[in-house]
């Protein structure tokens, strides 16, 4: 997005650059690269091999870091500042700190709040979508009953992340 001389990269993790320098006939600069860290935190070591195998077949070029609970998260997370991921892919049902704890905590701290985090869940519940979306999640999925749904949101995940 462009405002005034700066813009941010649609690439992860986000850098502003100045462009005073730039002629004024380019408006806008856009860079997608897919290569950048995502962590997933979910306790289904299933569900997380399906996300990466999906996303390594969008030609992701990123590394994972997977977390099998809240309070995992949370630490790796603080631990990993400056250095932080480009996305969270977050499961809401986990063991220690579920998915909502977890969210309200990245959300409300000032330096984790600007990474995008979707929510990547079972649950159906127009309710659960709803606090998600109060606790400041980005972008809320269902988790994919097949490959090809897989597939097919690892596509959607990866155009989010270029638009953000």
């Known amino acids: ?45 299933d569900d997380r091999g399906f996300i990466q195998e ?16 809240g309070e995992e998260l949370l630490q790796y997370l603080h631990r990993s500042q400056p250095s932080l991921p480009g996305l969270i892919l977050l499961d ?30 079972s649950s159906s519940s127009p309710t659960d979508e709803s606090l998600c979306y109060s606790l400041g999640c980005d972008l809320f999925c269902r988790k994919p009953l097949s490959m090809t749904e897989y597939d097919a949101l690892a596509s959607d995940i990866l155009h989010f992340v270029s638009t953000v």
């Open 1 to 45: 997005m462009c405002l005034n001389n700066t813009f941010h990269l649609a690439a992860l993790p986000r850098i502003i650059i100045n462009l005073s320098f730039v002629p004024q006939q380019i408006k806008c600069v856009v860079l997608v690269t897919k290569d950048f860290k995502i962590v997933i935190a979910d306790d289904d070591v």
């Open 54 to 69: 999906a996303l390594k077949g969008k030609e992701y070029t990123g590394g994972f870091m997977c977390m099998g609970d």
């Open 92 to 121: 809401l049902n986990m063991p220690l700190k579920d998915g909502y704890q977890a969210l309200s905590e990245i959300k409300q701290n000032q330096v984790l709040k600007s990474i995008p985090t979707v929510v990547l869940t």
